[in-house]
Every structure is written in C-alpha cells, then in structure tokens.
C-alpha cells in the first residue's frame, strides 16, 4: 500500500493495517511528525501506553503481544505465541514488543521472534544489531495490570 501511495505521488501518509504501520512524511502542513500509540497490554478497549513521535522518514512499526490471544486454565495463562524451540506457548513476563523498522515485513516478524525470546535475551539481541525495539514486561511484584518498558537506544529516539 506504501509503494502505491509513493507511485502516485503522495509522499505523507499514516496506514495501518491489522496492527501493523506505515508512516512517511509529517501530518499536516506544519511538518508535525506523525504521533504512533503503543498500546497498553491488556484485556478491553485500547489504552494508550506511550506515544512516540517521527520526524518525517519512512518508518513501518509493528507489535506482537500476548494480550488479545490467550486463554487461561488452573489459574495458568497460555499465549498464542508458541516457542519453536519446544512446541510450547511462552512463558515468560514480557507482555507486548514493538519495533520500528523500514520494512514492514522485518519489524513484524522480529517483533515475534523477540516476543519468543522474552524480555532479557530479546533486549539484548536488539541492542546489539542495533534495532529500535520497545518491551512491555508484566511487573508482577508491582501488582496486576503493572507494567515496565524497556527500549534499545534506537527506538528511544522516537519516544517524546
């Protein structure tokens, strides 16, 4: 949908399609970046978390999350999210990624890959290839619904 808008001269556009996004350009005549949400991971209507800002490139930024798709037994959550390594759903505190990257197709499969992974290895994977990747892991000592993040220097650039 990018190339199309760009192959008919439009050079500022926000797309959004099932999560994933494309931004170029600025929002409106004042060159005002546009101002992407991430999105608080959990259950009901959406709740912003953080908002980030660009500054004009051609970014794409897609999420994976275990907060929409899971379902709970004995007291146990199970996420959709399946690690390849041994056929079983993650099991770790990291609740959502979301990462930015000029490939739509990149940022969402390494959004998955470091959602498998779990917050520490993730993290540190990212910051070494130098990925803008932003983590939001469940604060289970902080009670329920609490949350930290954690980013790579890259991403915190976009953060306002």
């Known amino acids: 949908l990018a190339a199309l808008l760009e192959d008919k001269g439009i050079r500022d556009y926000f797309v959004e399609i099932g999560g994933e996004l494309r931004i170029r350009g600025h929002k ?4 005002l970046g546009w101002v992407p949400a991430i ?29 929409r798709n ?10 959709h999210e399946i690690d390849p390594r041994n056929g079983l759903p993650i099991s770790h505190e990291l609740a959502a990624v979301y990462v930015i990257d000029e490939s739509a197709m ?12 779990g917050p520490q290895r993730a993290l540190e994977l990212a910051e070494s290839e130098g990925q803008a990747a932003y983590f939001i892991v469940r604060d289970t000592s902080a009670g329920p619904r609490q949350f930290k993040s954690l980013s790579t220097p890259a991403f915190a650039a976009f953060l306002q």
């Not at 409106?28 to 060159?31: K, L, N, P, S, V």
């Not at 899971?70 to 996420?79: H, I, K, L, N, P």
């Open 28 to 31: 409106d005549e004042r060159r």
């Open 39 to 67: 999105e608080t991971p959990v259950d009901g209507p959406s709740e912003v978390y953080e908002a980030f800002r660009s500054k004009g490139e051609s970014i794409a930024i897609a999420g994976s999350g275990d907060y």
């Open 70 to 79: 899971y379902f709970e037994a004995d007291g146990v959550r199970y996420s």
């Open 106 to 117: 990149t940022a969402d499969a390494l959004a998955t890959a470091y959602m498998i992974l």
